[in-house]
């Protein structure tokens, strides 16, 4: 039996994705690529097109609220517990914003990207980042 991070088999990798995944949209980006640019151009667009919201969503909003689940989170807690994080599921309700949109959640993460051949998601978004910026920006943020 093969075995993934956390000595979860695939068998029950392939088991969560499909409960927690199917009709989902999962954004798989690499560290530091712009993730929260993103989640907060979709949280924006979507607020406007299916609430008629004329205000920007907040980071807290988004965050909390919108889109709370981190797909490593959800889907690897046993990985997780002993840091403190929150890995319980939030499931959006009936009328949540990206419901309205068809999909029954949005999660995002900095998974590694092997994962993903095994996934359910209805889409995945994988978001990537110019190598020489990227080696400008870890500087900057290491420093």
Known sequence: ???????????????????????SIVLDTIRKSGTNYLRSLIANFLAIHFENRCTRVSYDVMHN???????????FPEKYDKQGVRTGYVYPAVDHVIRKSGY???LYGHDNFEYYT???????IHLYRNPLDMAVSYYYFSS
């Open 65 to 75: 609220e919108l889109f709370p689940n981190i797909r490593d989170f959800v889907l």
């Open 1 to 23: 039996m093969q075995v993934l991070d956390g000595n979860i088999s695939y068998e029950e990798y392939g088991r969560r994705s499909q409960i927690i995944e199917k009709k």
């Open 104 to 106: 029954s959640d949005f």
């Open 118 to 124: 095994h996934s359910c998601a209805s889409k995945i």
